[in-house]
């Protein structure tokens, strides 16, 4: 299972670092991935990482802005996001496929997500 945690209520051009912590084994073929839900919206693709090779992969919306990264000795995942925006309020939520992917149906162990709030 995992666990997300971090979000808050920031003014625009604030920043927030989310954390999404495992409680069981990743291996180095998984890949963590991090999406969000805005209010009324699908849920969508944000940032993804190889656990082994540790590549990164955004979303173009947040590129530059937000950066994945993980500590393999807490089983742990980050995003740090700069530079907030009204529209990256979401509930942000933490996955974990057995592959690259950018679909969220090939995500699973989905926690309780953690809100992030950006006012203009």
């Known amino acids: 299972q995992l666990q997300a945690s971090g979000g808050g209520s920031v003014q625009a051009g604030g920043s927030l670092r989310l954390s999404c912590s495992a409680s069981?084994?990743?291996?180095?073929?998984?890949?963590m991935g991090w999406f969000r839900q805005p209010p009324g919206k699908e849920r969508e693709f944000v940032a993804a990482?190889?656990?082994?090779?540790?590549?990164?992969y955004y979303t173009d919306s947040v590129k530059g802005r937000f950066t994945i990264s993980k500590d393999s000795a807490k089983n742990t995942v980050y995003l740090q996001m700069n530079s907030l925006r009204p529209e990256d309020t979401a509930v942000y939520y933490c996955g974990m496929a057995n592959g690259l992917s950018y679909a969220e149906r090939e995500y699973r162990n989905w926690g309780q997500g953690t809100k992030v709030t950006v006012s203009s």
């Open positions: 069981g084994r990743i291996f180095s073929s998984h890949v």
């Open positions: 990482i190889r656990w082994g090779r540790a590549s990164t």
